[in-house]
Structures are given as structure tokens and as C-alpha cells.
């Protein structure tokens, strides 16, 4: 058994999904590598569990009972910026979408391999330590200062609020002003991931982060270049 946390400690994982069968081999998978799963069958029920646990990732089907995934995920983003993994039928690419544009870190489409679940869920553990791109403490751009020490975003003297995802999305794009960054680079390095992951995470978390970014006469953009990746650069 693979112990993933420091000095012994197990990380929490919040399993939702209103199927026993579901909850169960996941959590078994989940136990086989150290960490500690807290299951869910509910909407109501994940939330009353995230403010009892505190998980380190939460891991969210979309079809819930009452209360559904999406909007689990709005109310939770509200509160938390805890690792949201998503769980999606096949054919529900609108849904996955909507989910990743809530706050949603990334999904897996139902039916999955529980050995990439589980990897997903180390992967976003690992990253939480794993600096990407420069080492500097802060960088800074006509209009934009980014600072890794406190995680604080000032757009025009203006503190941006983004998620841990986009920060470390802006991160890395920032610490490689100028240089094309392809959507299989950005997977490896910013979500951890392998090449084989859907590149629309990237592309939706792109979209969010230009959003939040958005302000009058900006000297920086995160610009696409077609059929590569994203590049930012300042004008």
C-alpha cells in the first residue's frame, strides 16, 4: 500500500454518487493508495460532509437525486476552493462544460477506470505542492502582478479572485511570456496529467481566465494560436 501523504497523515477524499456500487469500488481503489475516502450519496448530504471533513479533493458525479452535481458545484465554489473532479455520462459534453465553467478543476467520463480516477485524484494532490513554471515569488506585467507567496492576483491595482487551477494555469502561462504553450504541455504541467487527457479542460479554463482578466485597455492577453496552444504576451 502506497502511502501518499506526509509523516503518515491520509488525505481526504470526498466520493458523491447516489450509486452504493459506484461509491464502493472507488473508495476501495482510493483506500488501496493511502488515502481516506468519505462517501455521499446526496447533494445535501456532500455538503454537510465538506464542512464536517474538509476533504483535500471532492469527486462529484452530475447525476445527483434532488439536488444535482452542477449545482452542488456552484454552492461549493461559494465556500471552497477544494479540487472538484467531476463524474459524466458519456454524450454529456454540455454538461461537462458547464461543470469545468462553475469551477469544476476536471471530469471523468462515466464508464471509468478506477486506476485513473484515483490517479487523477494524486495527481491533483502532487500539484498542490509542485511549483510550475518560475520560482520567483511575484511577476509582474504592465497592468498584472502575480503573487505565488499569498496567491493574489491584482489586475490594475485590483485583486482578481481565481481558483487554485487558474492560478497556477496563469502561472505557468506568465513565467512563459512569449512562448507557445500547447494544451498537451499545459495537461503535463499545470494539471498533472498525461498527453492522453481531453484538452477542452484546458481550453474552458482558458476561456474563465481571460474573463476574470478582462479589464479596459489591458497590456497583457492570452492570446490562441491556432491548431498549437495559448501564448501571453503583452502588447
Known amino acids: 500500500m502506497t502511502d501518499s501523504s506526509p509523516k503518515g497523515r491520509k488525505f481526504k477524499v470526498l466520493v458523491v454518487d447516489d450509486d452504493p456500487s459506484v461509491r464502493e469500488l472507488v473508495s476501495l481503489y482510493?483506500?488501496?493508495?493511502?488515502?481516506?475516502?468519505?462517501?455521499?450519496?446526496?447533494?445535501?448530504?456532500?455538503?454537510?460532509?465538506?464542512?464536517?471533513?474538509?476533504?483535500?479533493?471532492?469527486i462529484l458525479d452530475i447525476m445527483l437525486p434532488e439536488t444535482d452535481g452542477l449545482e452542488i458545484c456552484r454552492n461549493l465554489?461559494?465556500?471552497?476552493?477544494?479540487?472538484?473532479?467531476?463524474?459524466?455520462a458519456k454524450g454529456e459534453e454540455a454538461d461537462r462544460v458547464v461543470g469545468l465553467e462553475l469551477g469544476a478543476d476536471d471530469y471523468v467520463v462515466k464508464p471509468f477506470s478506477p486506476r485513473e480516477l484515483v490517479a487523477r485524484v494524486k495527481a491533483v494532490l502532487r500539484r498542490g505542492k509542485e511549483p510550475v513554471g518560475r520560482q520567483d515569488e511575484v511577476i509582474r506585467f504592465p497592468g498584472l502582478e502575480v503573487n505565488r507567496s499569498n496567491h493574489r492576483v491584482l489586475v490594475n491595482d485590483e485583486e482578481v479572485s481565481l481558483t487554485?487551477?487558474?492560478?497556477?494555469?496563469?502561472?505557468?502561462l506568465g513565467s512563459h511570456e512569449g512562448r507557445v504553450c500547447s494544451r498537451k504541455e499545459l495537461l503535463e504541467r499545470v494539471w498533472?496529467?498525461?498527453?492522453?487527457?481531453?484538452?477542452?479542460?484546458?481550453d474552458v479554463h482558458v476561456k474563465r481566465l481571460r474573463r476574470k482578466?478582462?479589464?479596459?485597455?489591458a497590456a497583457f492577453s492570452i492570446a490562441t494560436v491556432w491548431g498549437l496552444g495559448y501564448r501571453f504576451e503583452c502588447k
Open 30 to 58: 482510493l483506500e488501496k493508495e493511502g488515502l481516506m475516502p468519505v462517501e455521499a450519496s446526496t447533494g445535501e448530504e456532500a455538503l454537510h460532509l465538506i464542512s464536517q471533513h474538509s476533504p483535500e479533493v471532492v
Open 164 to 172: 487554485p487551477m487558474e492560478f497556477r494555469l496563469l502561472w505557468y
Open 77 to 88: 465554489r461559494r465556500i471552497s476552493d477544494v479540487p472538484i473532479i467531476m463524474l459524466t
Open 192 to 202: 498533472g496529467y498525461d498527453s492522453d487527457s481531453d484538452v477542452r479542460t484546458v
Open 213 to 217: 482578466l478582462a479589464a479596459p485597455k
